[in-house]
């Protein structure tokens, strides 16, 4: 062979190489959206719980027959059922959950490789639409089975009043002992309602609302679309106060599986399509007077 002969081998053998040690990662692109989010591609027939932490799921289903069914799911005292619906050409699935659990992540095997969809990111999820394994030579292959990694749902969030700034020499003071705000008649009040998702899913259509007040703009102050874990927002009420004494309650709610996240007034009875948060709520006492007819105003004096 002739050294230029020889040479020339040598690019095609350098890209071979570069492929052959790059293939595993070149897998790992996202391919085929699921309706809430996108899977990333594996070789081989690793299960969910190879791909994720064990810290990251309660208990894990795996080589599940890729058949329309419903199971039943326990884990201790929790249970729950797994709905699973097939296409007709067996080659795409949709699932949906009750009770207890949600899926951290869902292992989708077809053809020589897995698609992983991982919903860690949203704090686990309890429905979703249009799973499938990865394409092989641009056409779908029908599935060989799924997996299911469970954790335990816990939507929650903490909802409190902010009382740092409210007292105002000469126009507002704040009393801890009681819970209680004294202003000046007609002096602005601007409240603040912290709800923070303490849960480990995410809620949806999030919003506080006040009572015992009317805030400028209405008594609804909403918050974002999603709130995902250990994420708030700040819903502010701004008012004028008048004389007379008058408790504000603000309420924290948020949406999950078609659920109300809120405060119940009988938690043992709570309302239809409603999860219980005691922490969903609070309140402060709201004490308005005239400076020319209230004696208790010359303590703030400043004259």
């Given amino acids: 062979m002739s050294p230029a002969a020889h040479l020339s081998r040598w ?13 595993p990662m070149l897998l790992a692109v996202p391919n085929a959206d699921a309706a809430h989010v996108a899977p990333v591609v594996y070789a081989g027939n690793p299960h969910c719980d190879d791909l994720i932490p064990a810290d990251d799921y309660l208990f894990v289903l795996n080589d599940v027959p890729p058949i329309t069914q ?17 296409s007709s050409d067996g080659k795409t699935f949709d699932f949906s959950l009750t009770g207890a659990f949600g899926v951290s ?13 991982d919903y860690r990111g949203l704090g686990g999820e309890v429905a979703d639409t249009g799973l499938r394994s990865p394409l092989q030579n641009a056409s779908l292959p029908g599935l060989s089975h799924m997996d299911f990694c469970f954790v335990e749902l816990n939507p929650s969030t903490t909802l409190s009043l902010t009382t740092e700034g409210l007292d105002v020499p000469g126009v507002s003071s704040y ?30 259509d999030t919003y506080v609302l006040f009572d015992g007040v ?12 999603s709130l995902l874990p250990d994420e ?12 007379g004494e008058t408790t504000v309650t603000v309420t924290g709610h948020g949406a999950y599986g078609g659920k109300d996240v809120t405060w119940c007034a009988d938690e043992s009875d709570p309302p ?12 402060i006492t709201i004490v308005g007077i005239n400076p020319s007819t209230d004696l208790g105003l ?6």
Avoid: H
């Fill in 11 to 23: 690019p095609l053998l350098v890209v071979t190489m570069l492929l052959g040690l790059l293939a």
């Fill in 70 to 86: 419903v199971i039943p799911l326990s884990n201790g005292d929790l249970t729950g059922t797994l709905s699973i619906t097939v």
């Fill in 105 to 117: 992540a869902v292992a989708v095997k077809g053809g020589p490789n897995v698609n992983l969809y």
């Fill in 214 to 225: 009317a805030c400028a703009g209405g008594n609804q102050k909403d918050g974002p679309a």
């Fill in 272 to 283: 239809a399509d409603t999860i219980c948060d005691q922490d969903e709520r609070d309140e």
């Fill in 298 to 303: 010359s303590a703030w004096d400043s004259s």
């Fill in 175 to 204: 009393d801890a002992s009681t819970n209680t705000l004294t202003v000046l008649e007609g002096s602005s009040v601007s409240l603040d309602a912290v709800e923070t998702n303490d849960g480990n899913v995410a809620l949806t």
């Fill in 232 to 243: 708030d927002f700040t819903g502010t009420c701004d008012f004028n106060a008048v004389v």
